[in-house]
């Protein structure tokens, strides 16, 4: 392609484009719209990935030992526990050691100072590798021999799974189906266009045009189209995830939720919502045109 022919076919991109502005615009704007929910619903599932490998790594079952076991006999379950799969470790907490520590955290309450330790039992703290299976895992260590209690939080573990599976879920499903819906959409406002210029489009053919010579200004067109939607996609999510994670900062009731800063996602964010963006362009414009060059 030559570079004269490369200014043509920008000029009559941008040309297009611009000879039906309010639908083409308002394509933008629907592609937009449907790159922010995009985006949106996949950030949600990458921030609960990124939770629930968190709470993977500092997650803590405890396992209470039997409280007639010896000291001895306590350390000796820690080759037991830490035999039972999906287990990573087992770190042993005698008596005195549970004693010091709920003393320091409640350094200011007289009920916890004072005690005596033999009011607590020997527990191991427990990390496990696959949240997922922390039921089982569970289970597993209360057969243990010498083990009483298993104290494991189940209901978190699942809860945040539920939420990275559910958001996986509807990502993929929304991302297949606004594609669709955005790649139509192109087509039809370009289509105007095709229509428009179809007397041109076939004298064009009568003289012997070549059908990329034809096509090449309308394939412009929802490229120029694709990448105003991503550009404008990016930066309108860029500020809706700060909004929401300041949001979330501010608030005292959701502290334990940690939201991934949008410095680590935007170059990821702005290579999908590029390619995206060019995808339903160059697709809705293909699309459009495609019946025009049928002899």
Not at 117 to 146: C, F, H, M, N, W
Not at 191 to 215: P, Q, Y
Not at 259 to 277: H, K, N, R, T, Y
Request: hydrophobic share 50%; proline share 2%.
């Amino acid at each position: 392609m030559g570079k004269h022919n490369l200014g043509y076919f920008l000029h009559e991109g941008v040309s297009n484009m611009f000879s039906h502005g309010f639908m083409s615009f308002a394509a933008i704007g629907i592609t937009v719209a449907c790159l922010l929910i995009m985006g949106t619903f996949t950030l949600v599932a990458v921030n609960a990935n990124g939770l629930l490998a968190k709470l993977e790594q500092e997650n803590e079952i405890l396992a209470f030992v039997e409280e007639d076991y010896t000291p001895t006999q306590s350390r000796g379950v820690q080759r037991d526990l830490e035999a039972v799969p999906n287990v990573v470790s087992a770190t042993y907490i005698s008596k005195g050691q549970a004693m010091d520590t709920f003393a320091e955290k409640y350094a200011g309450d007289p009920l916890f100072q004072n005690l005596d330790p033999e009011i607590l039992r020997d527990r191991y703290v427990i990390k496990i590798q696959d949240l997922a299976l922390q039921s089982q895992t569970v289970e597993q260590l209360r057969q243990v021999e010498g083990v009483a209690n298993v104290n494991g939080y189940e209901e978190l573990a699942t809860g945040f799974i539920a939420v990275r599976n559910i958001a996986s879920v509807v990502c993929i499903a929304l991302i297949a189906i606004l594609f669709i819906v955005s790649v139509f959409i192109i087509s039809n406002t370009i289509k105007l266009t095709t229509f428009d210029r179809r007397e041109e489009i076939a004298i064009m053919r009568m003289v012997g045009a070549t059908n990329g010579f034809i096509r090449w200004p309308f394939v412009y067109e929802g490229l120029l189209m694709g990448i105003l939607s991503a550009l404008l996609s990016f930066f309108f999510q860029w500020g809706f995830y700060e909004a929401v994670a300041r949001g979330v900062d501010s608030s005292d009731t959701l502290q334990l939720i940690e939201i991934v800063p949008f410095q680590q996602l935007w170059p990821a964010v702005a290579v999908i919502f590029a390619v995206a963006g060019l995808m339903m362009g160059v697709g809705g414009s293909l699309s459009a045109i495609r019946k025009f060059l049928q002899v």
